[in-house]
Nanobody
Framework: QAQLAESGGGLAQAGGSLSLSCAIS????????ISWFRRPPGKEREFVAG????????DYRDSVKGRFTISRDNAKDMVYLQMNNLKPEDTAVYYC?????????????????WGQGTQVTVAP
């Protein structure tokens, strides 16, 4: 069973950058997808970005395309989310999640393993 631990959240100014890390321990199946979700204040959890553990194919929600980059280091069992040109609406608790990503990579129900989350706050 995979266990996840996020790090790297904090406070940034609008236009600034933050980098999140997700350390994965336990068994990772080659077909797994590792994704970042976020829960903005008072809102539902939403998909941010995902990456296939094998092959490295990626997917992003439209509002972060061109600003966020998800990457992985298979040797270190790490997944990263580089966030540039941050906006106040990016403020949220960010979670990494691992699973088959089915039936849809963007649905949280496809991920049985979750981290505890890390807070990202973007000031105007």
């Amino acid at each position: 069973q995979a266990q996840l631990a996020e790090s790297g959240g904090g406070l940034a100014q609008a236009g600034g950058s933050l980098s999140l890390s997700c350390a994965i321990s336990g068994r990772i199946f080659s077909a797994y997808i590792i994704s970042w979700f976020r829960r903005p204040p008072g809102k539902e959890r939403e998909f941010v970005a995902g990456i296939r553990w094998t092959g490295g194919g990626t997917d992003y929600r439209d509002s972060v395309k061109g600003r966020f980059t998800i990457s992985r280091d298979n040797a270190k069992d790490m997944v990263y989310l580089q966030m540039n040109n941050l906006k106040p609406e990016d403020t949220a608790v960010y979670y990494c999640a691992v699973g088959g990503g089915r039936p849809n990579i963007r649905m949280s129900s496809g991920y049985p393993h979750w981290g505890q989350g890390t807070q990202v706050t973007v000031a105007p």
